[in-house]
């Protein structure tokens, strides 16, 4: 699994990519984390960045953080992706689930 964020994982609770990884850590998942740099508020021409282009190219939008499972399933808002890691903790030895229905 990885996770896709802007600049880092700190500000849990404050910051939507912090609290996204707060949660999947918390769920006991070790997500890949990597950085998009730029910004939401910018334009798609301005975000050039690896990880916003990827953000892009799965959900239609340069925001992060985006969750992307092991199977391919993009999941993005930091709301959202907390849902899933509630909804889905981690077990041993077995690879990440589907989103719950």
Not at 78 to 86: E, G, L, Q, V, Y
């Amino acid at each position: 699994m990885r996770l896709i964020v802007c600049w880092g994982t700190q500000g849990a609770g404050r910051h939507s990519c912090g609290t996204a990884y707060r949660a999947l850590k918390d769920a006991g998942h070790d997500p890949k984390v990597e950085k998009a740099y730029g910004s939401k508020v910018l334009p798609d021409v301005l975000n050039v960045s690896s990880g916003r282009k990827e953000a892009k190219r799965l959900t239609g939008s340069t925001a992060v953080p985006v969750l992307i499972l092991d199977d391919g399933t993009a999941i993005s808002e930091s709301k959202t992706i907390a849902a899933w890691a509630h909804a889905n903790p981690a077990q041993a030895g077995v690879a990440s689930p589907k989103p719950a229905a």
